[in-house]
């Protein structure tokens, strides 16, 4: 069974930083590119980048491209999104997926999402 | 970037009743690659529709996609008590992948 497993959640202050991570198992996890979107309170679903843990190909959005770093640790299964100063505007569920072997593709799992919560 | 927009924003309906949603590209979206997603409330969303047409493992065959270049359509034939929920297209032919803003389906 293909399981995404996040972390937990998170409260941390403006300006600090954090590491959240997505462990998959159940499949060959360097063969599927792993995205991450964001939702933030009561509003879609954003598309923030995604990698490829086989060669650690990443691809950002330009809209978080600079905000946010993506990496993988293929030992681990483990894929993590990362800030360096989180700001409140940070504040948001984020959810792991899993594409297919080609970067152009839907998400057909989920991780059950890291609640950040970023206030002073 | 492929900017999607859905309508209508909420489509207030009885269980049995068919529910029609509207997703349109400002750009032709390649292949088609186009995906269809439901959330329901603190849950992850479910991929639905890929490919603009197939049905992803386990999606009863009351959903259906269909649609191409810059209109699609996620038709649900007779709505289940568990189908009012928030959907979601999503395009996957350009980057950044984009999401449309949702259409709400709830129960009138």
């Known amino acids: 069974e293909v399981q995404l497993v996040q972390s937990g959640p998170e409260v941390k202050k403006p300006g600090e930083s954090l590491k959240i991570s997505c462990q998959g198992s159940?499949?060959?996890?360097?063969?599927?590119?792993i995205g991450w979107v964001r939702q933030m309170p009561g509003k879609g679903l954003e598309w923030m980048g995604s990698i490829y843990p086989g060669d650690s190909d990443t691809r950002y959005s330009p809209s978080f491209q600079g905000q946010v770093t993506i990496s993988v640790d293929k030992s681990m299964n483990t894929a993590f999104l990362q800030w360096s100063s989180l700001k409140a505007s940070d504040t948001a569920m984020y959810y792991c997926?899993?594409?297919?072997?080609?970067?152009?593709?839907?998400?057909?799992?989920w991780g059950q999402g890291t609640r950040v919560t970023v206030s002073s | 970037e492929i900017v999607l927009t859905q309508s209508p924003g909420t489509l207030s309906l009885s269980p049995g009743e068919r529910a029609t949603l509207s997703c349109r590209a400002s750009q032709s979206v390649g292949s088609p690659f186009l995906a269809w997603y439901q959330q329901k409330p603190v849950q992850a969303p479910r991929l639905l529709i890929y490919g603009a047409s197939s049905r992803a493992t386990g999606i009863p065959d009351r959903f259906s996609g269909s649609g191409s270049g810059t209109n699609f359509t996620l038709t649900i034939s007779r709505l289940e008590p568990e189908d009012f929920a928030v959907y979601y297209c999503q395009q996957y032919g350009r980057s950044p992948l984009t999401f449309g803003p949702g259409t709400k389906v709830e129960i009138k």
């Open positions: 159940g499949y060959r996890f360097s063969s599927f590119w």
């Open positions: 997926a899993r594409g297919s072997y080609d970067f152009w593709s839907g998400y057909s799992f």
